[in-house]
């Protein structure tokens, strides 16, 4: 009786044990000399949650407390960890001025009148053209509104506009999949972090992919393709898609979201918005680099080969690789009969796997994706986390571990799980009867 009751002690101790570390991020996030401890603190909350998780013993309730109350407690995070958000609000500011925020690079001289301001001295990339949907730069918009010279307003109204946006989708999947798994992406940190604590757009890609999910799984394509068709106004690659609903709905999946797309870009329309986009896509992929184990990987392995830095060769040639697989995984889609949910799974993991960039919040779409089946992705879990150490990277600390320790560990956690999963697997069965068994 004793040993039961201890063990129903500790239970109770943990979540709340778990639940201050992770309150506790904003405190570090805060100073930059305090960010290893940021890291650290990041590790033991998510070892919390893993051990919460095997129990499986939180409620619903419980898990959706935990995620609202985390998120308010990072929302007076300021921008130290990033400063995309000053572009959105300068994009935003530009549009309220009746200047279209892809005609110009902030730093042309057409825009001279805007460079006397704290915000155009904080920006990154000036030099590029702006690449973000019109269904972003609506809601930057709404952050431009309110610039009067300071960039706080602004700052914060988009950050409570993305919680906003993001604790719907977590509500959604909360509908899509168990507490358990709920857990791992609600109280995730990196998803704390980037979506409450630095306001990236990927929040608003959170429900837009669970509402496709939701909508393929109930037989309502017109609806999967208008979030599709969203996610993709916010992000360009969720555009890439859009096949997976023509397989499954044929064209009454397209018209919606074409429509949507077409409104929405109305406002922006210019000759100049695609050459400019593209010119900004260009560049990203040839001269941009960040915690993307496989292209590291391939650029030592030929730079001790041949003694030359092949970098600005293999960011267009990933590229192209990844556009070359995209038929493929349609095909495989069609063959092996895969879920909504999985094959997006795939398909945005390839992207990322190709990817000479992937900031820590690329990943927090993919988290939400990942948590839906009864078995976690545990390889994009285990990403997630250790990409939180790459944010050392800006202050002198330690970067390369993380990203081989992220990207090797993923690898090596994907194969196990692969391997198993084969194991588990009939020899016998069929791709239609194996995508038949759950998920």
Not at 185 to 207: C, D, F, R, S
Not at 259 to 280: N, T
Not at 352 to 363: G, I, K, Q, R
Not at 377 to 403: A, R
Request: proline fraction near 7%.
């Amino acid at each position: 009786m004793w040993g039961r009751f201890e063990a129903s002690r500790r239970f109770h101790i943990l979540p709340v044990v778990t639940v201050v570390l992770l309150l506790s991020g904003p405190l570090w996030a805060s100073a930059e000399s305090l960010w290893p401890v940021l890291v650290g603190t990041a590790f033991l909350g998510t070892g919390g949650i893993v051990w919460l998780w095997r129990r499986g013993r939180l409620s619903m309730t419980t898990v959706l407390l935990g995620a609202f109350l985390l998120r308010l407690a990072y929302l007076p995070l300021g921008p130290g960890l990033t400063d995309d958000l000053f572009r959105y609000i300068w994009d935003g500011w530009l549009q309220w001025e009746g200047i279209n925020p892809y005609k110009y690079v902030p730093s042309h001289a057409a825009l001279g009148a805007y460079h006397d301001t704290a915000l155009y001295e904080q920006l990154n990339s000036k030099q590029y053209y702006s690449i973000y949907p019109p269904l972003s730069q609506a809601f930057f918009a709404a952050g431009g509104l309110l610039y009067n010279g300071s960039w706080v307003p602004s700052y914060y109204t988009l950050k409570l506009l993305f919680i906003g946006v993001e604790f719907a989708g977590t509500l959604l999947l909360s509908r899509l999949t168990s507490a358990r798994n709920l857990l791992l992406y609600a109280w995730n940190p990196l998803v704390l972090i980037e979506t409450a604590g630095q306001g990236h757009t990927e929040a608003l890609l959170v429900p837009l992919l669970l509402g496709a999910v939701w909508a393929v799984r109930q037989g309502r394509g017109r609806l999967a393709s208008l979030a599709v068709a969203g996610a993709g106004l916010v992000k360009l690659y969720p555009f890439a898609l859009g096949p997976y609903l023509l397989r499954r709905f044929g064209w009454r999946a397209v018209w919606p979201g074409a429509l949507l797309v077409g409104g929405c870009s109305v406002p922006y329309a210019a000759p100049y918005v695609l050459p400019h986009i593209k010119a900004s896509a260009d560049l990203f992929a040839k001269l941009f680099e960040f915690n993307a184990g496989p292209y590291y990987a391939l650029k030592h392995l030929l730079w001790a080969w041949t003694g030359a830095d092949w970098s600005k060769t293999i960011g267009p040639f990933f590229r192209g690789l990844f556009l070359t697989a995209l038929p493929v995984l349609y095909l495989l889609d069609a063959w092996r009969d895969w879920s909504f949910r999985r094959a997006s799974l795939v398909l945005l993991g390839t992207l990322f796997v190709l990817s000479t960039t992937v900031h820590p919040w690329y990943l927090v779409p993919l988290l939400s994706l990942c948590v839906m089946g009864p078995r976690p992705s545990w390889h994009w879990l285990w990403l997630g986390l250790c990409s939180i150490g790459t944010y050392l990277f800006y202050i002198g600390g330690p970067y390369w571990v993380w990203v081989w320790i992220g990207w090797g560990g993923a690898g090596a956690i994907g194969l196990v799980g692969a391997y198993r999963q084969r194991a588990r697997t009939r020899p016998w069965t069929t791709p239609r009867e194996e995508a038949s068994q759950p998920e």
